[in-house]
């Protein structure tokens, strides 16, 4: 093992970890966190979780037209992203790149109908007297959730997912440089880069105001609180819980 992985056998037991993870309701994945796991087994697990939620949204988007079904669909694929982005320098580049632009078309398909849905609630609460706009907003949902469902029935999604499960589960992800360092230790690391990346931007905005970058910013707000939610238990978890709320008004302030 020493000389495959470059470190001794770990304890703990991954297969196990997926057996558990397979088990539980929607509910309970998002607070379940292994500590001391090296950090592609933790980004395997965390990867995992997040995509046992987009299976479950998906069976809920399929049996019911509910707008925060769709919504928590694309939230457990921005985290995927999110989480594939910020560690991209331990995977494998063909992994890599088959996860995240099968997952970024995924979303993409969506991003039109939870338009309509944010648009509709919006004018319930600016104003009463658009009858012919929500009508014609309640047809574009129509068509959307129809194009949703055709994509998540479809074969594409179905053998995608399978594969990626799949990669998840097995070691075909695992090499001598990816699995040596604690994910104690190489999260520490990938949230102090992002949080000195965040403040070179807003510096930068400082200068220069614009548009795209100030959306920039809000985006790699979102992401690091991700980050926070899933490795608050290395921090401490009081701290971590004042930072993700202060985070979050910013990002509504922006």
Same mark, same amino acid.
Request: cysteine-free; glycine content about 2%; hydrophobic content about 40%.
């Given at each position: 093992?020493?000389?495959?992985?470059?470190?001794?056998?770990?304890?703990?037991?991954?297969?196990?970890?997926?057996?558990? #993870?397979?088990?539980?309701?929607?509910?309970?994945?998002?607070?379940?966190?292994?500590?001391?796991?090296?950090?592609?087994?933790?980004?395997?697990?965390?990867?995992?979780?997040?995509?046992?939620?987009?299976?479950?949204?998906?069976?809920?988007?399929?049996?019911?037209?509910?707008?925060?079904?769709?919504?928590?669909?694309?939230?457990? =694929?921005?985290?995927?992203?999110? @989480?594939?982005?910020? @560690?991209?320098?331990? @995977?494998?580049?063909?992994?890599?790149?088959?996860?995240?632009?099968?997952?970024?078309?995924?979303?993409?398909?969506?991003?039109?109908?939870?338009?309509?849905?944010?648009?509709?609630?919006?004018?319930?609460?600016?104003?009463?007297?658009?009858?012919?706009?929500?009508?014609?907003?309640?047809?574009?949902?129509?068509?959307?959730?129809?194009? =949703?469902?055709?994509?998540?029935?479809?074969? =594409?999604?179905?053998? @995608?997912? #399978?594969?990626?499960?799949?990669?998840?589960?097995?070691?075909?992800? #695992?090499?001598?440089?990816?699995?040596?360092?604690?994910?104690?230790?190489?999260?520490?690391?990938?949230?102090?880069?992002?949080?000195?990346?965040?403040?070179?931007?807003?510096?930068?905005?400082?200068?220069?105001?614009?548009?795209?970058?100030?959306?920039?910013?809000?985006?790699?707000?979102?992401?690091?609180?991700?980050?926070?939610?899933?490795?608050?238990?290395?921090?401490?978890?009081?701290?971590?819980?004042?930072? =993700?709320?202060?985070?979050?008004?910013?990002?509504?302030?922006?």
């Amino acid at each position: 093992n020493m000389v495959l992985h470059g470190k001794p056998q770990t304890v703990y037991d991954v297969d196990a970890i997926f057996t558990e #993870l397979d088990k539980k309701d929607i509910d309970d994945l998002d607070a379940y966190f292994i500590p001391n796991l090296s950090s592609m087994d933790a980004l395997r697990i965390i990867l995992y979780k997040f995509s046992q939620s987009i299976l479950a949204y998906k069976e809920r988007i399929l049996m019911s037209n509910d707008t925060e079904d769709l919504h928590q669909f694309r939230v457990n =694929i921005r985290k995927s992203r999110a @989480f594939l982005k910020e @560690f991209a320098f331990l @995977f494998p580049k063909e992994h890599y790149n088959y996860f995240n632009e099968n997952l970024d078309s995924f979303a993409t398909q969506t991003n039109q109908k939870r338009d309509l849905d944010v648009i509709k609630e919006r004018l319930k609460e600016v104003d009463t007297d658009h009858d012919v706009i929500q009508e014609d907003i309640k047809e574009q949902q129509v068509r959307e959730q129809h194009v =949703i469902e055709e994509m998540l029935k479809g074969k =594409i999604f179905e053998d @995608f997912f #399978l594969a990626y499960q799949n990669a998840l589960k097995q070691d075909t992800l #695992l090499t001598s440089d990816n699995n040596q360092d604690t994910i104690e230790h190489t999260a520490k690391k990938v949230i102090k880069a992002l949080h000195i990346k965040i403040v070179k931007k807003i510096n930068a905005l400082e200068k220069e105001f614009d548009d795209k970058q100030l959306h920039k910013i809000r985006i790699s707000l979102k992401k690091l609180r991700y980050l926070l939610e899933e490795f608050q238990h290395i921090f401490g978890e009081k701290k971590i819980e004042k930072m =993700i709320e202060k985070g979050k008004k910013l990002q509504t302030l922006l």
